[in-house]
């Protein structure tokens, strides 16, 4: 009997030279592994199931502050710096490797109310609720001597935020009126106002560096251009708007965090509609940042949580809440767009994973591979129905959950109640409002 | 110096004019001032008097000007009175000074020229102003944004963004802003410049000079006259054919117009004939072009008895032969005018009858290839005709193969008249198809005697197969169409509020187990919904079970064994291409391969086994029989007694035969129509957006 023997041509598996990429012998012929999509979808399905299970975000709370945290601002050059004002007017600066702080400065009397750091990362300014500018330098005083400020500005009025603009020796607050001011004078080169109500905060455009978003406590946002000393238009929402962040990687975008739950992502040369709602919140947003990918954004609220959302969903892809953690003040996103930092009310400031279930640390290149490979496979996979059931799992409080719940049904009730009037009116009299357009009241021009 | 006199003179005059006016309305005032003055006044009155006659001392009598040297008690708002020059203004004087005097020509002139001048607006408010500039501001600001939306929009697009972002090299400008900034400096670049530009070439857009372009223009003498004589002609046909169409329609026969009608309608057969021979493509669009009218035919109801005409013609018809005649007529041309197309019909047909003679059999490959019990068996039994397949179209596979052999042993059966006959509409048919499937391959006309049947099978077959695909290609639009408008559906649906993208509870899931209760937890949730899925998996394959019936009939004697099928290789395989030497060898070589294969999987009998998998299967589908004796009623009952036969039959509930198994004529499959739920918890029920 003649029996065959397994005889291989090394031509085919041995390299030429070192540098040759090594051959793999595999035939990727679909007929060949008809179970080829079956073992991957096992995979997926453990993958998304690894990543639930080492889904822990929360990295740190550095604790120190003595009041509430109501602001917090990045260092522009290094990492490890933070910046942070609190309710009693102390300011401190911590490191994040080593979680501690690395000083503290008691900088106003009353509310820390906003904080910048200039966009070289010498210096920092602080406004209070003791209607002063403050300017600090970055770096501590040397032994002996004292902790004092570069310059501090008298105001005529309380100032409720401030934003240095990204390139030049200017910065802007506001108050009464939006006030841009030169570094070097102690008035404002120009002030700009329109309507009577006090302005919340004030936001510099990073790329088109001249312009500037405010929102006021009279349900507006306004964009104003520092060149032509002029405001150029207003958008009148539903309710107060706490808070706008203008997206790093496009000029005309921005996002609104608005008191009605919501977050608006406006195109601001198109007011009269936002380009996205972000629903998800059950109270009011406090804060927004973007990530500096421009991608996604994360928003603090009063509901006790934080969540991050993509821009271009309307639905968050992750809520952070710990039961520590209560209303949340203030947040930033990290400039190497890994870390979220909250500040909240019972003054602690923590540290989050952009990522939850990312690995800290080097990675060996073969994890890297396997991370890699893991990914594409739950991308691959995503909308099946076991895999998406798992990833989209979050737990929640209980309280915030009913809260949800609750709001829910609200909705469901109100557009009940919407179509029902449609369905027994004239047609055409009650017409479809799109969920865009029902919140902006008018805008001014 | 006297131009400068001049206009002082000039304005004294004007405002003298003015101070009469004044002096009009203030007249009574006037007397009663002067009288109270005159005490204080009187030397100073004197000294005017002295002046005066000084003054009229060179014979001209002149306009006094009035002046006021010093405070008095009345002051006229344009700062001039009357006082002093001593005479009482009447009435008279001022209305006619103008006319008289020469002098005042240019004050009039000077009131015409303000009066045609016409006022200043009043400046707008400022809040007006303010918003002006906010506009303009914000339209120039958006503009200068708008210069990011390219780089926006290609980041948005970007299948993938490593951050940080590089920067990308900025292209090559193009030529004509590389020469605005560029000059010749060197005398050569100068001289070549000044070349090019003498020669009007183009310094910066590579294309023709204007000599070129003009020329290019330009058009002969001959060429106008040509084509003036082409237009002349095009205007004359015009509008004799014009004349021509007015002159028919105003005929009135209607046996004219039939007749017209009906020339028409042929033609445009024989075009559409024609045109399936040459360009089929045109020819389906014609195609589409009758079914449309046959459409609107059927929605129009033209010629149905519904018309105002066809009632009139119903009432008559009892009486009227005529009437009755010309009714049925109607009938009929609306069945001929809604009829669908005879040929396509027919042709689809014959594509559905092919289809479930030939696709199950490419089916059972595929499951010997792939998804067979064992692979390692099947695999190599089937191989080398799989092979085959892909070498020489002019040998067909397998199982193909000894189909047509079955045939053709009834062929052999038949006499051979009947052989010949067939052969005939074998090659009609190929034919037509070969017109359908706009297939260029010319097939002769003549079937001759000696061509052997199994060439015209095995090009029937390669036809069949190039149908095939052309008519999946063909249904794939109309079932996406299908599902769209379902899409459409669902998504209007969903459309009212996004999905959230998380699913938040109060429960945490930390563990593997937790994760692995969430996926039952779905799991059981899809459950409810199956009744519905399967419902419409049946709706969408009740029409393949149609195509499949009649031809399960006719192959029920033909029924392979299985077992043969796949253990012992049937002759026929050999095709006449092959030199027999050659397959001779082969055949032993696999017969040892088979031999060793079969050594090796002594023990398991993955045949049987599959066969019986297959019986259970089939008798766990049917519908079972309902037994609703009760043994005992009406008679004994006990151990060992059964109820009686007539009793047993009549109170049995035959089920109704279900309809035939989709695997009924394919031998190593076992289709399941039962949606699976272990399986449909893992699948995605509707297309991800």
Not at chain 1, 389 to 394: E, S, T
Not at chain 2, 593 to 609: P, S
Request: hydrophobic share 35%; charged share 30%.
């Amino acid at each position: 009997m003649k029996v065959k023997m397994l005889s291989r041509n090394p031509d085919n598996y041995v390299r030429e030279t070192k540098l040759d990429l090594q051959r793999v012998p595999r035939n990727y012929d679909p007929t060949l592994h008809p179970f080829e999509v079956s073992r991957e979808y096992v995979r997926a399905l453990n993958a998304t199931k690894l990543e639930r299970v080492f889904a822990k975000p929360f990295l740190a709370s550095l604790d120190g502050h003595r009041d509430g945290v109501n602001c917090l601002a990045k260092h522009p050059k290094s990492l490890a710096t933070v910046l942070s004002g609190a309710c009693d007017g102390e300011v401190r600066v911590w490191n994040l490797t080593k979680r501690k702080c690395i000083r503290t400065i008691q900088a106003h009397e009353g509310f820390v109310r906003g904080i910048c750091t200039r966009f070289c990362g010498t210096s920092f300014f602080t406004v209070g609720d003791d209607k002063t500018v403050k300017q600090w330098k970055m770096d501590a005083p040397g032994y002996g001597e004292e902790e004092e400020p570069l310059h501090t500005i008298l105001g005529k009025t309380v100032y409720t935020g401030i934003d240095h603009h990204w390139k030049d020796p200017a910065f802007a607050t506001c108050g009464q009126q939006v006030d841009i001011w030169d570094e070097q004078r102690t008035s404002p080169i120009c002030s700009m106002t329109w309507g009577f109500d006090s302005i919340n905060s004030v936001k510099f455009n990073p790329i088109e560096t001249s312009l500037l978003g405010s929102c006021a406590s009279d349900r507006n946002i306004v964009l104003y251009d520092m060149r032509q000393a002029t405001p150029l238009k207003k958008v009148i929402l539903d309710m107060r708007t706490n808070t706008i962040c203008w997206n790093p990687m496009e000029a005309f975008t921005f996002t609104a965090a608005n008191e009605d739950y919501n977050l608006y992502t406006f195109d601001m040369r198109a007011l009269d509609t936002p380009v996205m709602v972000h629903m998800d919140h059950a109270s009011a947003v406090l804060d927004v940042d973007y990530s500096p990918t421009g991608r996604e954004f994360v928003s603090a609220s009063f509901d006790k949580s934080i969540r991050i959302f993509p821009v271009d969903k309307s639905r968050s892809r992750e809520v952070y809440h710990t039961r520590r953690m209560q209303h949340v003040i203030c947040v930033r996103w990290t400039a190497d767009s890994k870390y979220i930092m909250c500040g909240s009310d019972e003054m602690n400031i923590r540290l989050w994973k952009a990522n939850a279930s990312e690995k800290l640390g080097v990675l060996a290149s073969r994890e890297r591979a396997a991370q890699e490979y893991n990914q594409k496979l739950k991308e691959k996979f995503q909308h099946h129905p076991n895999i998406k059931r798992i990833a989209r799992h979050r737990h929640l409080p209980k309280s915030l959950y009913s809260q949800i719940q609750e709001q829910r049904i609200m909705r469901e009730a109100r557009r009940r109640k919407e179509l029902n009037r449609r369905k027994h009116s004239r047609p055409g009299s009650v017409p479809v409002v799109s969920e865009r357009k029902k919140h902006v009241v008018a805008v001014v021009k | 110096m006297k131009a400068a006199e001049q206009s002082a003179t000039r304005v004294a005059e004007g405002l003298l004019a003015l101070s009469q006016q004044e002096e009009l309305v203030d007249l009574p005032n006037h007397a009663l001032s002067a009288s109270e003055d005159e005490g204080d006044s009187d030397e100073e009155r004197k000294h005017q008097k002295l002046l005066e006659s000084i003054g009229s001392l060179d014979g001209k009598k002149r306009w006094k000007l009035a002046e006021r040297s010093e405070a008095c008690l009345k002051v006229s708002e344009f700062n001039v009175s009357s006082e002093g020059s001593g005479e009482k203004l009447l009435l008279l004087d001022l209305l006619e000074p103008s006319k008289t005097s020469s002098s005042l020509a240019a004050v009039k002139k000077q009131l015409s020229r303000v009066k045609s001048k016409k006022a200043v607006e009043l400046p707008l408010n400022k809040e007006e102003v303010e918003r002006i500039h906010r506009e303009v501001a914000f339209n120039k600001t958006s503009q200068t944004l708008s210069k990011w939306d390219p780089i926006v929009v290609k980041n948005r697009q970007a299948e993938q963004l490593v951050f940080p972002l590089e920067k990308e090299q900025p292209d090559f400008a193009p030529i004509e802003h590389v020469l605005s900034g560029w000059k010749a400096r060197t005398p050569l670049e100068q001289e070549v410049f000044n070349l090019l530009c003498k020669n009007k070439q183009p310094l910066t857009d590579p294309l023709l000079t204007p000599m070129e372009k003009a020329s290019l223009k330009a058009m002969s003498l001959e060429e106008a006259k040509m084509r003036r004589a082409e237009l002349q002609r095009a205007r004359a046909l015009q509008s004799y054919y014009e004349a021509r169409a007015r002159r028919e329609k105003k005929i009135k026969s209607k046996k004219y117009h039939k007749i017209v009608k009906k020339g028409k309608v042929k033609k445009a057969l024989k075009e559409f004939e024609q045109l399936q021979k040459v360009n089929p493509a045109a020819a389906l669009e014609e195609l589409e072009k009758i079914e449309k009218a046959r459409m609107m035919e059927r929605m129009s109801l033209k010629h149905q008895n519904s018309g105002k005409w066809a009632k009139s013609k119903a009432i008559m018809a009892k009486y009227d032969l005529e009437a009755r005649q010309a009714m049925q007529e109607q009938l009929a041309k609306n069945k001929e005018l809604t009829q669908k197309l005879q040929v396509v019909s027919e042709s689809e047909e014959e594509n559905g009858a092919e289809e479930g003679e030939l696709v199950p059999d490419a089916v059972n490959e595929i499951q010997m290839c792939a998804a067979g019990p064992n692979p390692w068996m099947l695999r190599n039994c089937n191989s080398d005709a799989n092979d085959e397949i892909q070498k020489d179209p002019e040998q067909p596979p397998e199982p193909v193969v000894q189909e047509f052999c079955e045939r053709e042993e009834d062929e052999t059966l038949g006499t051979e008249e009947e052989i010949l006959l067939r052969e005939f509409e074998e090659r009609r048919s190929l034919r037509k198809r070969s017109e359908l499937s706009q297939n260029a391959e010319p097939v002769g006309s003549q079937a001759t005697k000696d061509s052997s049947t199994k060439e015209v099978l095995a090009e029937l077959k390669a036809l069949t197969q190039k149908l095939n695909q052309k008519n999946c290609q063909s249904q794939k639009p109309k079932v996406s169409s299908v599902r769209t408008t379902c899409q459409v559906q669902k998504q209007e649906c969903a459309l009212e509020e996004e999905e959230p993208l998380l699913l938040q509870r109060p429960e945490r899931a930390q563990t593997l187990e937790d994760l692995e209760e969430l996926g039952h937890e779905e799991y059981s949730e899809t459950k409810e919904i199956p009744g519905l899925v399967l419902e419409g998996n049946q709706t969408e394959r009740a029409p393949n079970n149609h195509t499949d019936t009649p031809k399960g009939k006719k192959k029920k004697e033909q029924m392979i064994d299985l077992q043969n099928l796949l253990s012992t290789k049937s002759p026929s395989v050999k095709s006449l291409a092959v030199p027999t030497s050659v397959e001779e060898l082969e055949d032993e070589e696999e017969k040892h391969q088979k031999q060793i294969i079969k050594e090796a999987f002594a023990g398991d009998n993955v045949i049987r086994d599959f066969l019986k998998e297959k019986e259970e299967a089939v008798k766990a589908s049917k519908p079972k029989d309902v037994d609703l004796t009760l043994p005992g009623w009406g008679e004994w009952g006990g151990i060992g007694l059964k109820p009686s036969a007539k009793k047993r039959r009549r109170f049995l509930i035959k089920a109704p035969e279900g309809p035939p198994r989709k695997d009924k004529n394919l031998p190593n499959v076992i289709i399941s129509e039962k949606r699976n739920i272990h399986a449909a918890a893992h699948q995605i029920k509707h297309r991800p957006k």
